[in-house]
């Protein structure tokens, strides 16, 4: 059984959560969930610690190399780091714990390897897309701030001399309007991930050709954008793409998504058990 969101979810053995988290192309899974289900003990981060001291020590560097925190829900809501590792690297660490659900729980994780198929969804691939594209965003601001282009209405008519390049003539605005959604709304985050591809790559070339030849001045850099925005379209055609105002417009935006993935998250708190609560020294008498 799974519960969560596209980024975080919880999978169960038996009754007993897991959490994972998708990072870098593939799922971590948590390291000391899987520890509580193995070993009877009230403080599986203690057991972990010890035993992750002596994996090191006894020689199996690459399985402690591979090892990554990363920052999980906990039952106060809060997000706390915790050890984690991908499916091969915990199926190595729990063949190591004396137990008898060692087998079951390796039979388990096989199969979830084998029904999950450890790929990104389409609106991960939305989510991830467009904060590459944020950056970009930012990098190309600044890099045209320094070279002419100061006040909201430049960046405006810089914006749109990529844009009409790319989109066959259609402005911001003009996008919005055929998105059907508000000229205030963020295109992009009603955009699917191959559109967005097209434009991080505009983005991206754009800069680097602004950089490259110290272009300066509002309508040199408007020129270069239209430029880029221009050859973009163009190798979109020469490989047989589509273009991007005839690509789809998701029935959900970004905005919606990342919504409903903190609700789900939220959902999901009250399964953990009190796993990853920060050790507190004992009271003193």
Request: charged share 30%; no cysteine.
């Amino acid at each position: 059984m799974e519960l969560g969101d596209e980024n975080f979810s919880l999978v169960l053995f038996e009754q007993s959560p897991v959490r994972r988290a998708w990072h870098d192309g593939r799922w971590l899974y948590s390291v000391v969930d899987l520890i509580a289900i193995l070993v009877p003990t009230k403080n599986p981060r203690r057991y972990w610690s010890d035993l992750k001291h002596k994996v090191k020590e006894e020689g199996f560097v690459e399985v402690y190399a591979r090892i990554v925190q990363l920052k999980l829900p906990a039952p106060d809501g809060k997000l706390r780091e915790t050890d984690t590792a991908d499916m091969d690297t915990v199926l190595r660490i729990i063949q190591s714990i004396p137990s008898p659900n060692v087998e079951p729980v390796k039979q388990w994780l096989a199969g979830l390897g084998a029904s999950l198929l450890e790929n990104p969804t389409e609106d991960r691939k939305r989510l991830e897309f467009r904060g590459k594209l944020s950056v970009l965003h930012k990098l190309l601001q600044d890099t045209v701030y320094h070279r002419g282009i100061h006040t909201p209405r430049q960046h405006a008519r810089f914006k749109n001399s990529g844009l009409q390049e790319l989109y066959d003539g259609e402005t911001r605005d003009d996008v919005a309007e055929r998105k059907g959604i508000g000229e205030d709304e963020d295109i992009y985050a009603w955009m699917y991930s191959e559109e967005l591809a097209d434009n991080i790559f505009m983005e991206a070339q754009s800069s680097a050709l602004i950089t490259r030849m110290d272009i300066r001045g509002e309508q040199a850099l408007n020129d270069a954008h239209a430029q880029v925005g221009r050859a973009v379209r163009k190798t979109i055609a020469d490989l047989g793409g589509t273009m991007p105002e005839n690509l789809p417009t998701p029935k959900k935006s970004l905005h919606q998504l990342e919504t409903e993935e903190k609700r789900r998250r939220i959902k999901g708190m009250d399964l953990f058990p009190e796993l990853d609560e920060p050790d507190t020294p004992p009271e003193t008498p």
